[in-house]
């Protein structure tokens, strides 16, 4: 079974508008930390936000928000007022504290495209 | 300052060669890992070095050779490489302390195997 879920492999969202890019993982281990990261077509994965598994506030961070749900095991990535520079291939992905804790689990990912 | 730097940015390379990559963060984290991105595809994890000592090897052929010459430096030396492991190499690092376990990455290097 695949630890970490993008079921949007293409989004299109307008400029100004928000958009969120689903997430869902499968973990057995209570202690786990989400991240998300944007890869623009140059190649450089740049870190966006992180979210404990044992935090009980939402992460944000600026125009980036993490949509946390733990019981349904949901971490969707919400972008409010989307930018052309925005546009790039998203990756959710989950790293587990037990066990390999340094490994990090990455989603298929989501193509977002902003439409002037 | 998040900076991981990586050299070359692009390397074309026959199979009877051997090149090296490097990788070099400022940043005082604990930990540098190695990544391969095909195109289209999410990173796969390669070989992490905690504290300069190498921790996890995810199964890669010998024909990779990571070394870590100190808590700064990490380089993945290649030989007789197949076309095959044309793809971009990704550095990254992350503090692993204080609550910070984000992985930084580099802009990767473009390798073309010919």
């Known amino acids: 079974a695949q630890k970490i879920t993008q079921t949007q492999p293409g989004m299109f969202v307008q400029e100004k508008e928000a958009v969120t890019l689903d997430c869902t993982y499968d973990?057995?281990?209570?202690?786990?930390?989400l991240f998300w990261y944007k890869q623009p077509s140059s190649g450089e994965m740049i870190f966006l936000i992180y979210?404990?598994?044992?935090?009980?506030q939402n992460a944000t961070e600026g125009r980036y928000s993490l949509n946390f749900q733990k019981a349904r095991k949901s971490a969707n990535l919400v972008i409010s007022a989307s930018q052309l520079g925005d546009s790039a291939m998203y990756f959710c992905a989950m790293r587990e504290w037990g066990g390999s804790n340094y490994k990090l689990t990455f989603g298929k990912g989501t193509l977002l495209t902003v439409n002037p | 300052d998040t900076e991981v730097t990586q050299t070359p940015k692009h390397l074309v390379m026959g199979m009877t060669n051997k090149k090296s990559l490097k990788c070099e963060q400022h940043m005082g984290h604990r930990a540098m890992y190695w990544y391969k991105q095909k195109a289209k595809k999410p990173p796969e994890l390669m070989f992490v070095?905690?504290?300069?000592?190498?921790?996890i090897n995810e199964s890669v052929p010998s024909r990779f050779s990571p070394e870590c010459p100190n808590s700064s430096l990490l380089n993945l030396h290649l030989h007789a490489l197949q076309p095959e492991d044309s793809a971009l190499y990704l550095c990254a690092s992350s503090q692993e302390q204080g609550g910070s376990y984000e992985q930084y990455f580099g802009p990767g290097t473009r390798l073309t195997v010919t």
């Open positions: 070095y905690s504290y300069e000592k190498l921790s």
């Open positions: 979210q404990g598994s044992y935090d009980q």
């Open positions: 973990t057995s281990d209570p202690s786990y930390g």
